[in-house]
Structures are given as structure tokens and as C-alpha cells.
């Protein structure tokens, strides 16, 4: 069975801050589409291979929150994330946290107010 999340949308009122946020904090490259209307910046996919993928999205439909659901980005150094993170004006939620044998997490608040979560798998 295949895991159970294929894509995801990350609501935000400015598509240029989040797009500049997200690229500078995490690395992605994204690609700009308007899909039924919307103003979406698509992350990276890579056919075949592991988590989901999804978007940037832009629209009367697309409301920021901190109260909705959380998305886990799966990082290599979530110390440097936070780093990049609060130089482009992100705030953290949760400080970083050992959390044994799956490694560790924080979360962060994006350019727009959504609430991000982040993953550092522990080294075998």
C-alpha cells in the first residue's frame, strides 16, 4: 500500500515572499503554474520516489493559519534550517527536540503564518 498522502497545498496571501522564503530557507526550486485560476509555485517531485509533493498556493481560498494541519519536512540539519528560517523572518514554534529513535523536530512559523514542522532522521 502506498502512503497515504500524494500532495499538499501550503496556503499564503503572498506567492513571491513564500516562494522567496521557502527557496531560501530550504533550497527548492519551484516551478509557477496558475491552476483553475490560482496562483500556485509547485515543489520539486521526483517521479518514484519517497513522501509527497505539493504547492504553494495563492487564492481567495487560501487562508495562512497556525491551527491547521502540520506538515513534517523531512531536513539533513534542522539546526541550520531554523538558522535560515529566522533570517528571512520566520519564527520558531518549537524549539528543536530529541525524540529518541526517530531522531528530531522543530517548527517553525512561515513568511505567511503557517506553522511548518521539521524532521532530522537520527544517523544509523
Not at 519517497?50 to 539533513?76: E, K, N
Not at 513568511?111 to 544509523?124: F, H, K, T
Amino acid at each position: 500500500m502506498p502512503n497515504p498522502v500524494l500532495y499538499f497545498e501550503i496556503p499564503v496571501t503572498d506567492i513571491d515572499r513564500a516562494t522567496a522564503f521557502y527557496e531560501a530557507v530550504f533550497g527548492y526550486d519551484f516551478v509557477r503554474e496558475t491552476v483553475d485560476g490560482y496562483e500556485m509555485a509547485l515543489f520539486p517531485f521526483a517521479e518514484g520516489g519517497s513522501g509527497a509533493t505539493g504547492a504553494l498556493a495563492q487564492g481567495d481560498v487560501y487562508v495562512p493559519s497556525l491551527t491547521g494541519p502540520i506538515l513534517y519536512f523531512r531536513v539533513d540539519d534542522i539546526d541550520a534550517i531554523l538558522t535560515r528560517a529566522m533570517a528571512q523572518g520566520g519564527q520558531v514554534l518549537y524549539p528543536k527536540k530529541d525524540i529518541g529513535p526517530l531522531g528530531f523536530v522543530a517548527e517553525i512559523q512561515d513568511s505567511e503564518g503557517n506553522r511548518i514542522a521539521l524532521s532530522q532522521p537520527r544517523e544509523p
